[in-house]
């Protein structure tokens, strides 16, 4: 089908602000099928049925709306209590002096543009490779415009169990910066690694990962985004689970004018496992607030797992979106997919939007999925104020009960604690106004 004039018109100058980044004759032609198959979709508009309850607009204009930076200098860096390597970006940009030293994770990582230039590195068989596969049967554009133009990101590979959990930390300093990374992880046989990210990076960030977990690999992410109030995200992390491997991801969002995260994962190896959860909160008080979940999980081996879990508290206003699809391939029998939204409205002002997905083409499974929209348990309320506790704080208990099912999925016990510790701050934060 022919992309409509106005569509390839704004692709155009999207593209026409951008410069295709040097690298090996590989790299190059990854970014070359990349920009094809950006033009072959075009850039998303509000009617493309991906995109239909999120409005792309300030994703795809060839400059960044301008984001106030902010900061808070009352609370200590989330991740500051964990024993971890720290491997710093501002503005989208590699700061070697904020970061710690790579070789103290025990695993290979390797900057973006040192591993594309090379003409023999294992990223020549993941660059791009994941992201193309991603884009049937939904095209993903925005990931195939980040695959042809990311300027950085880290490559790492873990051939045993990483001594540290590596994270990538986002820092924005300036108003108009347009930050595009992309990320490549390889676990290898039988390896384990936790990877940790946290900032608003940008005014706009557009980010890709890419993940290949192998036969008995365990993989762990922890993301949280939040602080400033006026950036906009979009985030693509594309994975491939084998064998026995398992894949485990959780993010946490707060604040922002539009955040969008995508997450395709595709499970390829018999008794593997796939969990994918989040917990946004958002308070329009601040500042539009609209945030989006879409996740794509494919089975396509037998007697797999896979779990979706996510949970948005919204008030004055906020917007939450989740599109959640499982699908099972002929074969993948003693499939166990669950998936579940819910959102917790705090007013009448707020909305919530889910499309919920089940495409089932095995006979022996177990799937299930829901969704929920609801206001405060009035009953659990007025139990807890009956009991001495004033009414603001019985709510936020309420919240942090109703986000616990998400958090949970943290295996981390350290981790968890931080993230709860920052949702007790941040509705803290809210009930002191």
């Not at 290979?108 to 090379?118: G, M, V």
């Not at 095209?139 to 590979?157: E, H, M, S, Y």
């Not at 699908?327 to 889910?354: C, H, M, N, R, W």
């Not at 001495?388 to 986000?403: N, Q, R, S, W």
């Amino acid at each position: 089908m022919a992309v409509a004039q106005p569509k390839t018109d704004a692709t155009e100058a999207r593209i026409a602000a951008l410069t295709m980044p040097e690298g090996a004759s590989w790299a190059t032609e990854a970014r070359k099928g990349a920009l094809a198959r950006l033009r072959a979709s075009g850039l998303p508009g509000p009617r493309d049925e991906y995109w239909r309850f999120t409005n792309p607009a300030g994703l795809v204009e060839p400059e960044a709306p301008r984001a106030a930076t902010f900061s808070d200098t009352d609370e200590r860096p989330i991740f500051d209590a964990i024993d971890r390597v720290k491997l710093v970006f501002v503005d989208g940009v590699f700061d070697e002096g904020l970061s710690d030293d790579p070789a103290l994770a025990g695993v290979e990582i390797l900057r973006l543009s040192d591993a594309l230039s090379r003409d023999i590195h294992w990223a020549r068989d993941l660059y791009g490779a994941l992201e193309e596969r991603g884009q049937t049967p939904v095209v993903r554009p925005l990931a195939a415009l980040n695959t042809a133009f990311a300027t950085d990101g880290v490559a790492i590979r873990a051939t045993g169990k990483a001594e540290r959990p590596v994270n990538l930390i986002y820092l924005h300093r300036s108003e108009t910066s347009d930050a595009i990374l992309h990320h490549l992880v390889r676990v290898e046989e039988g390896a384990e690694l936790t990877v940790l990210e946290n900032g608003p990076a940008a005014s706009r960030f557009n980010k890709c990962t890419e993940i290949d977990v192998a036969k008995g690999g365990t993989f762990h992410h922890v993301r949280a985004q939040g602080r400033d109030h006026e950036r906009r995200a979009v985030t693509h992390m594309f994975a491939r689970v084998a064998e026995e491997a398992r894949y485990k991801s959780f993010t946490l969002t707060a604040n922002g004018v539009m955040t969008r995260n995508e997450h395709v994962i595709e499970i390829v190896g018999d008794e593997a496992i796939a969990h994918v959860a989040g917990a946004a909160l958002g308070d329009g008080r601040t500042g539009k607030f609209h945030h989006d979940d879409t996740v794509f999980i494919t089975h396509d081996a037998v007697g797999c797992e896979s779990r979706q879990v996510f949970k948005k508290v919204l008030r004055n206003g906020a917007e939450g979106v989740f599109q959640g699809k499982i699908l099972v391939k002929p074969g993948a029998q003693k499939t166990d997919g669950y998936q579940i939204s819910q959102s917790l409205l705090l007013d009448e002002d707020s909305s919530f939007q889910a499309k919920p997905e089940l495409e089932i083409y095995a006979d022996d499974v177990a799937c299930s999925h829901g969704s929920t929209t609801g206001a405060i348990d009035e009953t659990a309320l007025f139990y807890l104020r009956s009991r001495g506790v004033p009414t603001a704080e019985a709510t936020d208990l309420l919240v942090l009960a109703f986000v616990a099912e998400a958090i949970d999925e943290i295996e981390d016990e350290a981790l968890r604690a931080d993230i709860l510790d920052r949702l007790s701050g941040w509705l803290e934060r809210r009930r002191q106004g």
